[in-house]
């Protein structure tokens, strides 16, 4: 988890996409690092075997996420997953922003290129981690309504794919051939995913079950 205050996600963001919180209401956004898969997905899935899965990642993270809850329980705790919507079909949170804010990974986007070579193309951003380069996920954004926090100083992400030629390579890479996860290692990483993790999430959905030894039922 990284540390925020609401102010300094809304600062960067236009209105529409606001939390409705005060400025100094502290926030976490919440990662998923590759031993994620070991450590707390397939643990879960042997748990709640005999319960409906739906989704078995989104399911692991909502397990986790009302456990840090119960550790509160004199306190109002919001969280917004990374997949939730609004009626309006925004996303509840925006999570790249989050993260950058947090100073947990940079979102590189097109307005970091100098020399933009696309065009009239559609060029999405990508975090890029300083440990996990692109082996990790954005997962949730925990708030705690109740706690304001005005000291909080806000910390620059890591900034480590500095130049222009990397930046556009890992643009190219995750916009143009995101399927073979080169953008993944634009850096050097300390940690990746698993073989068993990487044929998990490259295998489309209504596959995964089969996978980790769930029956169709299991659905």
Same mark, same amino acid.
């Given at each position: 988890?990284?540390?925020?205050?609401?102010?300094?996600?809304?600062?960067?963001?236009?209105?529409? %996409? #606001?939390?409705?919180?005060?400025? +100094?209401?502290?926030?976490?956004?919440?990662?998923?690092?590759?031993?994620?898969? +070991?450590?707390?997905?397939?643990?879960?899935?042997?748990?709640?075997?005999?319960?409906?899965?739906?989704?078995?990642? +989104?399911?692991?993270?909502? #397990? #986790? =996420?009302?456990?840090?809850?119960?550790?509160?329980?004199?306190?109002?705790?919001?969280?917004?997953?990374?997949?939730?919507?609004?009626?309006?079909?925004?996303?509840?949170?925006?999570?790249?922003?989050?993260?950058?804010?947090?100073?947990?990974?940079?979102?590189?986007?097109?307005? +970091?290129?100098?020399?933009?070579?696309?065009?009239?193309?559609?060029?999405?951003?990508?975090?890029?981690?300083?440990?996990?380069?692109?082996?990790?996920?954005? *997962?949730?954004? =925990?708030? %705690?309504?109740?706690?304001?926090?005005? %000291? =909080?100083?806000?910390?620059?992400?890591?900034?480590?794919?500095? &130049?222009?030629?990397?930046?556009?390579?890992?643009?190219?890479?995750?916009?143009? #051939?995101?399927?073979?996860?080169?953008? *993944?290692?634009?850096?050097?990483?300390?940690?990746?995913?698993?073989?068993?993790?990487?044929?998990?999430?490259? &295998?489309?959905?209504?596959?995964? %079950?089969?996978?980790?030894?769930?029956?169709?039922?299991?659905?």
């Amino acid at each position: 988890v990284s540390l925020l205050k609401v102010g300094w996600y809304n600062a960067v963001l236009q209105p529409a %996409f #606001h939390l409705p919180y005060p400025d +100094d209401t502290l926030a976490f956004v919440v990662l998923s690092t590759p031993s994620m898969f +070991d450590k707390a997905l397939k643990p879960f899935v042997n748990k709640e075997r005999l319960k409906i899965i739906r989704d078995p990642v +989104d399911q692991c993270v909502s #397990h #986790h =996420l009302s456990r840090v809850k119960e550790k509160f329980p004199d306190q109002r705790v919001d969280v917004m997953f990374d997949y939730e919507m609004l009626p309006s079909r925004k996303p509840k949170f925006l999570a790249q922003t989050a993260a950058h804010v947090a100073g947990a990974a940079y979102y590189y986007q097109r307005k +970091d290129v100098k020399l933009d070579p696309w065009g009239k193309k559609k060029i999405f951003g990508v975090c890029i981690h300083p440990k996990y380069g692109g082996w990790f996920a954005i *997962r949730a954004l =925990l708030l %705690f309504p109740d706690i304001q926090v005005p %000291f =909080l100083e806000q910390p620059a992400p890591v900034d480590c794919v500095s &130049t222009d030629e990397k930046r556009i390579e890992l643009l190219e890479q995750f916009n143009f #051939h995101w399927q073979d996860g080169r953008y *993944r290692d634009i850096i050097e990483v300390k940690e990746r995913y698993s073989e068993e993790q990487k044929a998990y999430f490259a &295998t489309p959905p209504a596959e995964r %079950f089969r996978l980790l030894g769930l029956s169709q039922e299991a659905q």
